[in-house]
C-alpha cells in the first residue's frame, strides 16, 4: 500500500493536506504523466497551464529522516518548505513582494526499485496572482540554476 501526502496551497491562505492510500502506480509514460497534468490542472483552474517539478533530499539527509521520531511532522515541514521554495523564485521572477502561487505537492517516500527516497512531486501553475489588482500574470521559464540554489 503507498500513502502519500499532498500539500495544497492555493492563493497563499488555503492550506489543505490530502492523504491518498492506493496500489503503487509507476508513470513510467511521460505523455501519460504530462496528460494526467494537464487533466488536474483543468480541474483546479481552466486556461491557466501547469509544470511538474520534482525536488529531491540530499543522500546526506535521508538516514536522519528515516530514522526521525516524527516523521509525519517532519515530511510535512518538507512539503511546506517545497511550497516556500518555488514562491520566492516567483517573488524573483516578477521582482515583487506581492504574488501567490499555487502548487500541490505530493511526497512520495521510494524510488521505483524500492529504495527510500523522499522526494517531492509538485504541479506548479505557470504564473501567479497578484492581489492586488486581482491579476493572475503567467511565466513561461523559470530559472533552474535559481531553483538549485534556493532549494
Not at 91 to 105: G, M, N
Request: overall charge positive.
Amino acid at each position: 500500500m503507498l500513502l502519500t501526502n499532498a500539500w495544497v496551497a492555493v492563493k497563499g491562505n488555503i492550506k489543505l493536506t490530502l492523504v491518498l492510500r492506493g496500489k503503487l502506480i509507476h508513470v513510467v509514460d511521460k505523455l501519460y504523466a504530462r496528460v494526467s497534468l494537464v487533466k488536474i490542472g483543468f480541474r483546479l483552474f481552466p486556461r491557466v497551464s501547469y509544470r511538474q517539478v520534482v525536488l529531491t533530499l540530499p543522500k546526506q539527509l535521508r538516514i536522519p529522516f528515516h530514522n526521525h521520531s516524527n516523521q509525519k511532522r517532519l515530511y510535512s515541514e518538507f512539503m511546506v518548505l517545497a511550497e516556500a521554495c518555488l514562491s520566492e523564485l516567483i517573488l524573483a521572477h516578477f521582482k515583487t513582494d506581492e504574488c501567490e502561487i499555487a502548487v500541490i505537492v505530493f511526497i512520495h517516500t521510494q524510488s521505483r526499485n524500492g529504495n527510500y527516497n523522499p522526494h517531492l512531486h509538485v504541479i506548479l501553475a505557470k504564473g501567479a496572482f497578484f492581489p492586488s489588482n486581482e491579476d493572475w500574470k503567467g511565466f513561461q521559464y523559470l530559472s533552474l540554476y535559481q531553483l538549485q540554489l534556493l532549494w
